[in-house]
């Protein structure tokens, strides 16, 4: 059994560090089985010593944000955790003041795991880019972020959001209206996070001109879709004739990316998603980025990912 005393500036750093009522605090010493002692007046971690040091490294990496401004939650606490379990810790700098875009209020959009920094950095590089993994993990958001920086850049004349018009234990034709009002409520994700990037009244002006359209993805056959950044969601509800009409509609000076999750496929059974054999087939292209993102990658609630783990366990 070793103790290390916890460096901090101040008791306000202190306070910080350990979290709303010790919450971050309490789960560090609870993933590594250490105690925190009060030793001289100082705040000290308590166990053996391969435990500690990881306990220790991982408050490095939480002040580490803190100086740097960047969000601290539980979420992250967490995470920072897993990594240091997994001997991945070096990995969290890469995470360190790196803004993907900002809000129309301001607010800084960034990667909170290294997944998601792979997966924004491949959106980046390559021209077409298929993000695969549970929900929860900013595969869609992420997307739309970078397609909202594309278009502030003048890098694209447009953005084009689609969905395949599947429904999820649910059927389409008990909803009034026509087929674009029928799945507007599918949609809904891609509304909530283009409203969020440009703010509400330039998000309607932008789609009255055209220069946003979110579609079923029926609506693209027979185009080209050039100058513009396209996004396939909810991809693992293609099928494999549907997400080839998709992949074949890329036009000049165009992006793509693809996003879905494999364990929510809706399609009737004896048809093979689209997003699953298109990611088979098209691994060794290049200029097309796949990556995968698990339940590690998962930021919304702490128990969205438990409930991830022990589907993708129960489906092993």
Do not use: W
């Not at 890469?94 to 924004?120: A, F, H």
Request: aromatic share 6%; hydrophobic share 40%.
């Amino acid at each position: 059994m070793i103790s290390k005393k916890i460096e901090v500036d101040s008791m306000d750093e202190l306070v910080k560090l350990f979290g709303p009522f010790d919450e971050y605090i309490k789960a560090i010493c609870q993933s590594f089985d250490v105690k925190v002692v009060l030793q001289d007046g100082q705040s000290s971690l308590m166990g053996d010593e391969n435990n500690v040091d990881n306990a220790m490294a991982v408050i490095a990496k939480i002040k580490s944000f803190m100086y740097n401004g960047d969000t601290v939650d539980i979420g992250r606490v967490n995470y920072i955790c897993d990594c240091a379990k997994s001997d991945k810790i070096d990995e969290i700098d890469e995470l360190l003041g790196d803004v993907v875009t900002i809000t129309n209020r301001g607010k800084p959009i960034k990667c909170k795991t290294v997944g998601q920094k792979k997966y924004v950095d491949l959106m980046k590089k390559k021209t077409i880019t298929f993000g695969v993994g549970p929900a929860g993990t900013g595969k869609t958001y992420l997307a739309v972020a970078i397609a909202v920086n594309e278009f502030k850049a003048k890098k694209v004349e447009k953005i084009i959001l689609t969905r395949p018009a599947v429904e999820a234990g649910e059927k389409l034709g008990f909803l009034p209206g026509d087929l674009q009002e029928k799945v507007n409520p599918y949609l809904r994700p891609l509304y909530d996070a283009l409203q969020e990037m440009f703010g509400n009244e330039t998000f309607v002006k932008m789609m009255e001109r055209g220069a946003i359209e979110i579609a079923p993805l029926a609506y693209m056959r027979g185009r080209t879709l050039s100058n513009a950044y396209v996004i396939l969601d909810e991809a693992q509800n293609t099928t494999k004739e549907q997400i080839k009409m998709f992949l074949t509609r890329l036009g000049e000076n165009s992006k793509m990316v693809i996003t879905g999750d494999l364990t929510q496929i809706d399609l009737p059974v004896g048809h093979t998603s689209g997003l699953k054999h298109a990611t088979k087939i098209l691994k060794d292209i290049d200029d097309i980025g796949i990556i995968k993102l698990n339940e590690r990658d998962v930021v919304r609630h702490p128990l969205v990912q438990k409930i991830v783990k022990a589907y993708e366990t129960e489906d092993k």
